[in-house]
C-alpha cells in the first residue's frame, strides 16, 4: 500500500502512460481516492495527490514501485486490512467455460466481475502478473483480486 506523494511525477497520468504492468510487473488492484474506492482500475485511471495505491508483486518489484510512487505505508497506517468487500479468490477452469480460450483482457472478468487476474496456476506452474494477452486454458487455476460481492457471481 503506497500514498502518492503530491510531487511525485505519476501524478495526473494515467496507469496505461506509466505501465508499471508491463515495466515493473506490479498490478494495481485498488486505488483509494479519499472516501471512493476504485476496484481494478482501468488503464485510464488518473493518479492523483494522496491516492492510496494498493499494489500487487514480488518484494523487488514493490521495492522499486516505491521509488515512483513514495514510500510504502507501515502496518499501522494499511487501511485494506479493514475492507472486508476486497479479497483474494481461486477460480479453477473447467472444459467449455466461459473463459477458456480467451485472453485476460477479453474474458471480461475485470469489468463484469470488478476483479482483476493476480496469478494463475498451470500445469505445476505459476505465472504472477500475467500479461492481459495470455490465454485461459482449461484446467488453468485463476487467482482473483476484487471486490468480495461482485466476484460471488462467479461462482
Known sequence: EFVIDPNSVVVGKTLMD??????LGVIIALIERGKVK???PTRDTLL???????????????????NILGPELSESE??????????????????NDRFSGKNIRE?????????????IERA???ILNPDSKLIIQESDK?????????MKDLF
Not at 107 to 119: D, K
Open 107 to 119: 474474458s471480461g472478468i475485470r469489468e463484469h466481475y470488478g476483479g482483476l487476474v493476480v496469478g
Open 18 to 23: 506509466l505501465a508499471l504492468r508491463e515495466t
Open 124 to 126: 505445476g506452474e505459476r
Open 142 to 150: 485463476l487467482w482473483l483480486v476484487g471486490n468480495i460481492s461482485k
Open 38 to 40: 476504485i476496484l481494478a
Open 48 to 66: 492523483m495527490s494522496y491516492d492510496r495505491v494498493f499494489a500487487i508483486g514480488t518484494d523487488e518489484q514493490l521495492a522499486l514501485l516505491s
Open 78 to 95: 494499511e487501511g485494506l486490512s479493514n475492507d472486508s468487500n476486497f479479497g483474494l479468490f481461486s477460480y479453477d477452469v473447467h472444459s
